[in-house]
């Protein structure tokens, strides 16, 4: 099983609509919980940070179940330039402080 | 504020040449990483240095990949000698990192894309 797991996509969604991705990640101890967002032939960059109260920022809301082990991204009233790939990333702690887990990515294209 | 810089951007090597990264973090950033991001995958982490130490190498395919932090700046990345399996992005990021603290946010430059022919 992988550490960090999404769905790929792609999700492909008109302009206006709310979409919703989802993360499971295997290592219970695991500590700290970002979204990273990569454009195309980009590199990663930080799009929030998730914490266990949830959190919002604009039409973004990210949000923590750490019972189940799953961490999602809301995104509401999309934008065509929300197209992207969206990145859930887990820091282990532990010995492991300094090391981010990166899942495999979720593409999303938002269309007129 | 200048981001990570990398160099160079893009590299085109026969398989079995060698090949090299550089990577220059953010001013005062004392943790620095290197990545392999596979095409539809997300980076995975190769080597992490805190100033000059790696700390965390586990990842590193220390047959061919070697890497270098000298004076815990910037840093160089080997692959000797290079297969077809190693056409990827090499991304470099830095972050301030407490020392046993939970990591926050890391810098990413553009990366390398690394073609191996």
């Known amino acids: 099983r992988k550490e960090v797991e999404q769905d790929p996509g792609p999700f492909n969604v008109p302009e206006g609509a709310t979409v919703a991705f989802n993360c499971t990640y295997s290592n219970s101890a695991s500590q700290s919980f970002f979204w990273y967002r990569q454009d195309c032939r980009k590199e990663p960059k930080l799009l929030m940070s998730v914490y266990s109260s949830g959190n919002e920022d604009g039409r973004f809301t990210a949000q923590l179940n750490r019972a189940s082990q799953y961490i999602s991204l809301l995104i509401r009233d999309s934008k065509l330039s929300d197209s992207a790939t969206y990145l859930c990333?887990?820091?282990?702690?532990?010995?492991?402080?300094?090391?981010?887990?990166f899942g495999q990515g979720t593409i999303l294209t938002v269309h007129p | 504020e200048a981001g990570v810089v990398q160099s160079p951007r893009y590299k085109i090597i026969e398989k079995k040449q060698p090949v090299a990264f550089w990577c220059n973090p953010i001013s005062g950033h004392n943790t620095l990483y290197w990545y392999r991001q596979n095409l539809g995958q997300g980076p995975e982490l190769l080597i992490r240095?805190?100033?000059?130490?790696?700390?965390?190498d586990s990842q590193l395919p220390k047959d061919r990949f070697s890497a270098e932090r000298l004076k815990g700046v910037d840093s160089t990345l080997k692959i000797q000698p290079a297969e077809l399996g190693d056409s990827a992005v090499y991304l470099c990021?830095?972050?301030?990192?407490?020392?046993?603290?939970?990591?926050?946010?890391?810098?990413f430059g553009p990366g390398t894309r690394l073609t191996v022919t």
């Open positions: 990333v887990v820091n282990a702690g532990g010995t492991s402080y300094g090391k981010l887990t």
């Open positions: 990021a830095s972050s301030y990192q407490r020392s046993g603290r939970a990591t926050y946010e890391q810098y």
């Open positions: 240095y805190e100033n000059e130490e790696a700390v965390d």
